[in-house]
């Protein structure tokens, strides 16, 4: 029997991640940037066990639907194949995030969860290779495993599409969030995002304009321009937004307080 509890931070992507060139290993389309996050947090609990019958899986102190449970024994075999091992897992996760809201929560949780199978199984790997472990629960998970400014590489192969530090953000920076809707998104993101490569003919622009945000966004980091990294910001997120908008059928996750919001921060 093997114990492990770890505690992760979810992170808000400033340079965009919207849509898969690979559904099943979740490489990304592009490379994106974000800040993690200290006032949210996943605390995830796992226990491997051959007295374990089956997989067990708690949210926030509840049993999920076999459904559930089968999506995280997938998350679960790609440490147990790593480590030579057959036992089954209880994992009990807490998500100090609204769940689904937007707010990045499944990037907390499976950062926190596969860093508890990597202490649990005695992997132990380095974190930019745990990265593209994680990267397979959620492509957001890739970038919560570190603190600060974090870059997600797309790569060309599973191995190589990770997250790297950036910056530690210890400058005078941090992220105010307003909550105007706290429930589920009525369309998931993982959803979302297939809908929008697919269908909107903005969708190749977004692409081509990420890379430049990129590189234009590590300069202001580099430089600590306050004003010049919130310009980039605002414009990824609203090409994100104009190519979701050219879907077919259009997706819109603004909510009419989403736009008072932003008219107050402009003014």
Sequence with gaps: MTKAAVRAHTNIALIKYWGKADETLFLPMNSSLSLTLDGLYTDTFVEISDTFTEDQFYLNDVLQSPEETAKIS????????????TDFVQVKSVNHVPTAAGLASSASAFAALAGAMNHATGLNMDLETLSTYARRGSGSATRSLFGGFVEW???????????VPVDDASWDIGMVIIAVNKSAKKISSRVGMKQTVETSPFYPAWVASAEEDLLAIKDAIKARDFEKVGQITEHSAMKMHGSMLGAETPIIYFEPDSIKAIHAVRA
Excluded at 74 to 84: C, H, I, M, T, V
Excluded at 155 to 160: F, K, M
């Design 74 to 85: 997938r998350f679960l075999d790609l440490f147990r194949n790593k480590a030579g091992i």
């Design 153 to 163: 590489q797309k790569g060309t192969s599973s191995e190589d599409s990770m997250a």
